[in-house]
Nanobody, 128 residues
Framework: QVQVVESGGGLVQPGGSLRLSCAASGFTLDDFTIGWFRQAPGKEREGVSCISTSDGQTYFADSVKGRFVISSDNAKNTVYLQMNNLKPKDTAVYYC?????????????????????WGQGTQVTVSS
């Protein structure tokens, strides 16, 4: 059974950093693309970043480019989202999701409905 579980959210001051983890089970990362999405209150779900470990493809939304880094540890079957220089506008529930047979791309981040398996989300709050 494909399952992903997020962790690492919390409260951080503007300019601070957090690292989110997406632990995968029931599949190996090489066979799937992992996407990170976020949803703020009253807003639509937004694609943040994705990674395909099989071909090394990554992608970042313009809103986080240069501040967020995505990586994977295949031995731990875990994807990480390192978030630096956080801003209040980054406040949201962050979700990771898994999809097979697609490589990471902008199209994928704009198409969250393609992702079949989602975690429960982790809250990130950026506030002084």
């Amino acid at each position: 059974q494909v399952q992903v579980v997020e962790s690492g959210g919390g409260l951080v001051q503007p300019g601070g950093s957090l690292r989110l983890s997406c632990a995968a089970s029931g599949f190996t990362l090489d066979d799937f693309t992992i996407g990170w999405f976020r949803q703020a209150p009253g807003k639509e779900r937004e694609g943040v970043s994705c990674i395909s470990t099989s071909d090394g493809q990554t992608y970042f939304a313009d809103s986080v480019k240069g501040r967020f880094v995505i990586s994977s540890d295949n031995a731990k079957n875990t994807v990480y989202l390192q978030m630096n220089n956080l801003k209040p506008k980054d406040t949201a529930v962050y979700y990771c999701a898994a999809i097979a047979a697609y490589s990471c791309s902008a199209y994928l981040l704009y198409s969250p409905n393609i992702f079949a398996d989602w975690g429960q989300g982790t809250q990130v709050t950026v506030s002084s």
